[in-house]
């Protein structure tokens, strides 16, 4: 035990002191060189184990949500299908003016003319026959007639629409009916009356409707190209040929309204 206190030898013992220290550096040095290998060893190994438990477990983590294939919505938004509702509506008051035969009667169509008329606005009622309602009089209503396009292809029948606006500050009535508010068609080429709602009108032939104070009402007329006799005798012409044709509207109490329209050739 006193030489390692008191190291012996040639050299001083200062020299043998540095030397155990340093040995006893390496030693150490190396010692924890062994534990950090073993632990780092180790560490991989769970490591890795947990990498490939992560791997293993990644796809069960994931679950699959709704399928974005499927339709969201099933159904269509009500407002689609209200107004799909609405379109059938129409048509199917088409085919009441339609169902009228000639022109004269599609003029005179009954639930079909009473739509149109509320169609065009919004407003105007039907009203029964002997409404005390005042008659709307020249001064504060006005009549416009106006074909709804300027020309119409073969076969395709042309329509007309009659609008009462009221600009007095009271409601009125007028009678937009085939037999009282008159519609006549004329060849322009020879002033030849081709066409008269009034000649031959079937059902009540009276469309008397509410005129709003301050508003307008619309009533549409379709003509089917057919020439017309009065008392429904057998007209002396054949269809509408093409050409330019004049349009008249004559009411009771109300100034006249003309328009004009084409019927093109093939």
Request: with cysteine.
């Amino acid at each position: 035990m006193g030489s390692l206190r008191n190291p012996i030898g040639p050299l001083p013992s200062t020299i043998y002191w540095r030397r155990r220290a340093v040995l006893l550096s390496m030693v150490a040095l190396l010692a924890l060189l062994i534990v950090w290998a073993v632990n780092s060893g180790g560490g991989g190994s769970k490591t890795g184990a947990g990498g490939s438990n992560g791997k293993n477990t990644a796809p069960s983590s994931i679950t699959p949500g709704p399928s974005g294939s499927g339709p969201a919505i099933s159904e269509h938004p009500g407002g689609r299908d209200e107004s799909g509702a609405g379109g059938d509506d129409g048509s199917s008051d088409g085919a009441n003016g339609d169902s009228s035969g000639s022109g004269s009667d599609t003029a005179g169509s009954g639930a079909g003319s009473d739509d149109g008329a509320k169609g065009g606005t919004g407003a105007g009622d039907r009203l029964p026959a002997g409404s005390s309602l005042p008659d709307c009089t020249t001064g504060g209503v006005t009549l416009t007639l106006r074909s709804v396009h300027n020309s119409y292809a073969p076969g395709e029948k042309p329509k007309f629409e009659l609008t009462a606006k009221n600009t007095t500050a009271k409601d009125c009535k007028v009678d937009l009916g085939p037999k009282s508010a008159v519609l006549t068609i004329t060849q322009a080429s020879s002033d030849t009356e081709i066409w008269s709602s009034g000649d031959c009108p079937k059902g009540a032939g009276s469309l008397l409707l509410r005129v709003p104070a301050g508003a307008h009402i619309t009533h549409t007329i379709e003509w089917d190209r057919k020439a017309s006799a009065p008392e429904c005798a057998t007209p002396k012409t054949g269809p509408a040929t093409p050409g330019t044709y004049l349009v008249e509207a004559k009411a009771p109490q109300l100034p006249k309204a003309q328009a004009s329209f084409v019927l093109a050739k093939d």
